[in-house]
């Protein structure tokens, strides 16, 4: 299974390889932009080559920052989107569990359906790799599956949802009480 997944997609370690030595070439570019503009604004054209390259610049602690309410939307929806490039990305599952189980039209479903790419794109290898335990992401599995059985959201962020807990319990990641 996971020969033939490495055959048919390129693998993550080859295309974070490509993304640093993206953001290596654009770095002039980035610090040209003028002060006290987000640098996650200067992808805002929807390329994901340019999001994934702004989000190897800026980092994973940067980035989950940024999917705080004090950021503005626009900057929380590039943020959201730039999650599954960063180098840890199960480490935003719980703020975009929070994220999807709010009011917000847009954000709401683009948090949900990034945790479901996080979920989906998981392997035990990286994890261990990265030396994650599976139990280590058991409040953010909770927090999922709490949000696929809330009556208060949305049917298809309630099926991103759904999907991403079960992706991550085939993990082995147990469900922990979520608080």
Do not use: C, Y
């Not at 390129?10 to 993304?19: D, E, H, I, K, Q």
């Not at 939307?73 to 730039?82: C, P, S």
């Not at 392997?123 to 058991?138: D, F, H, M, N």
């Amino acid at each position: 299974m996971a020969m033939e997944r490495a055959h048919t997609m390129p693998g993550r370690w080859l295309l974070a390889a490509v993304l640093a030595a993206l953001a290596l070439g654009r770095g002039v570019a980035a610090q040209l932009a003028p002060s006290g503009v987000d640098p996650l604004l200067s992808a805002a054209d929807g390329d994901l080559l340019d999001l994934a390259a702004t989000a190897a610049k800026l980092g994973d602690d940067a980035v989950l920052l940024r999917l705080r309410p004090e950021a503005t939307t626009q900057v929380r929806l590039l943020a959201i989107r730039a999650t599954p490039f960063l180098h840890a990305p199960e480490r935003a599952l719980p703020g975009l569990a929070v994220i999807a189980g709010g009011r917000d039209p847009d954000l709401a479903p683009a948090a949900a359906r990034r945790a479901f790419t996080i979920a989906q794109e998981l392997q035990s290898e990286g994890l261990a790799s990265r030396e994650i335990l599976p139990a280590s992401l058991s409040v953010a599995r909770a927090m999922l599956v709490r949000l696929a059985s809330s009556a208060l959201v949305r049917a298809d962020i309630s099926l991103w949802a759904a999907q991403a807990a079960q992706l991550l319990g085939a993990l082995g990641v147990p469900t922990a009480p979520a608080n």
